[in-house]
């Protein structure tokens, strides 16, 4: 007979972890604005203090991923250095410093009989997030979920694994050290693909859960869960120059929105030219990107009017590059370019580059996606650049929240009502 002594030790499962984040909840949904300030502050400066082992994390990361053979893109999404360490730390102070949303009145009255009502802004409870080769989501989506409220389950994919384990365990210890419940931060990584799972079929512990990576794993994330999903689409992004476009505008905007950051899901993919603007623009605009290195893929017209252009085919329309490549395409009107948009479309964000007035308005009207421009580049849509510190990513359907997800996309709503003893007839 086993004595009691010698009795293992219980098997921790994913759905321990789960539960222990949502009694946390209740814990963080009681929190003081100044509360969740002292907190996230105490995880910027766990951040600053062990950048150097977060680095030698992130560089075993790295080096397993060359290996792997991963890709540059996913390389470059999933690089620290010095400078993206320093960044995370003040996007947390950044998040820190957003009006608190939580108790934010947002609507009311009083009925006839009395009663008063108020819709007022209330955390979701737990966030669950499932991303992939991005460590700097990691502390952005706890410290936004924090700062609204909310306990966060983080499945961060094999790819960052060292750097995800470091990142979780600062920040759990940096709550600890404020008197906040660390189990407030989990992460199911250690489980792999079932702790995945236990996140799609959370019901009861996820309150909201999160995709963020290649359209493979947000389908998957999507079609498999049974609990709430805010989706984040793939960039299929475009940008249409009209026969207004200065040259130079049409020039800089381009080339920025495809070169900054090639693997980003903001990065231009497709570029659409006005008939009547072609002869003009196609030339310098194709150059200019040919010079920082990228490939052209054009149908005949664009071929016509550049040198060194790939033939492009019909994938290249539908095509998430997350590289130095784009496809241009030459339409007779803007009613082509914007029936294109419609078809190749994900959502996400489009430009129109025109001093058209006329023209700027109808694309900014007309174009059904998260993000809608006139004369800007495409790598504006982005949580920090809107002012929200952070991003959870960019919601590309329409129900919760559409676009990027900053604090206020990361709470619910519920009605209080305050009566002075009445009663239903």
């Known amino acids: ?41 105490a995880i910027a400066r766990a951040i600053e203090a062990d950048a150097g082992r977060i680095i030698a994390a992130n560089a075993r990361d ?130 792999g693909r079932d702790g995945a799972k236990a996140l799609m079929h959370g019901r009861g512990f996820i ?3 999160v995709p963020r990576g290649s359209a493979s794993l947000i389908e998957t994330v999507v079609t498999e869960s049974t609990v709430p999903v805010i989706e984040t689409g793939a960039g299929v992004v475009h940008i249409v120059l009209d026969e207004s476009a200065p040259l130079d505008w049409a020039r800089d905007i381009v080339v920025n929105a495809k070169v900054q950051r090639p693997s980003v899901c903001n990065a231009v993919e497709t570029v659409l030219v006005l008939k009547d603007a072609a002869p003009r623009l196609v030339p310098v ?8 290195g990228v490939t052209v893929h054009g149908d005949e017209a664009v071929a016509q009017l550049a040198a060194d252009v790939v033939p492009a085919t019909d994938q290249d329309w539908s095509t998430e590059y997350l590289s130095l490549d784009i496809s241009m395409k030459v339409v007779d009107t803007l009613d082509d370019a914007l029936a294109h948009i419609r078809r190749y479309s994900t959502g996400h964000t489009e430009s129109i580059i025109t001093t058209d007035s006329r023209n700027a308005e109808r694309f900014l009207a007309e174009v059904d996606s998260a993000v809608v421009m006139a004369n800007a580049s495409t ?23 559409r676009g990027p997800m900053g604090v206020s996309e990361l709470t619910s709503t519920k009605w209080l009502a305050r009566g002075t003893g009445q009663t239903r007839g």
């Open 1 to 41: 007979m086993t004595s009691p002594d010698l009795a293992p030790a219980p098997v921790e499962t994913a759905q321990d972890r789960l539960a222990r984040a949502k009694e946390a909840s209740r814990e963080v949904a009681r929190l003081t604005s100044g509360q969740k300030e002292q907190a996230l502050e």
């Open 62 to 191: 790295i080096r397993r991923g060359r290996e792997d053979g991963i890709g540059d893109a996913l390389v470059d999404r999933l690089r620290l250095d010095e400078k993206r360490v320093a960044s995370l730390a003040s996007a947390v102070r950044e998040v820190a410093a957003l009006p608190d949303p939580i108790g934010q009145v947002l609507g009311g009255h009083r009925m006839p009989n009395g009663v008063a009502l108020e819709q007022v802004r209330v955390p979701f409870g737990v966030v669950g997030a499932i991303y992939e080769a991005r460590p700097n989501v990691t502390v952005d989506i706890a410290a936004l979920a924090l700062r609204a409220g909310n306990a966060v389950v983080l499945r961060g994919g094999s790819a960052a694994k060292e750097s995800n384990t470091v990142l979780v365990e600062l920040m759990r210890e940096a709550l600890a050290s404020v008197g906040v419940d660390r189990e407030a931060i989990q992460t199911v990584d250690d489980f």
């Open 207 to 209: 309150d909201v859960l």
């Open 285 to 292: 605009v194709a150059e200019a990107l040919q010079h920082e």
């Open 379 to 401: 790598r504006f849509t982005d949580g920090a650049e809107f002012g929200f510190g952070a991003e959870v990513g960019i919601s590309t359907q329409k129900l919760h929240t």
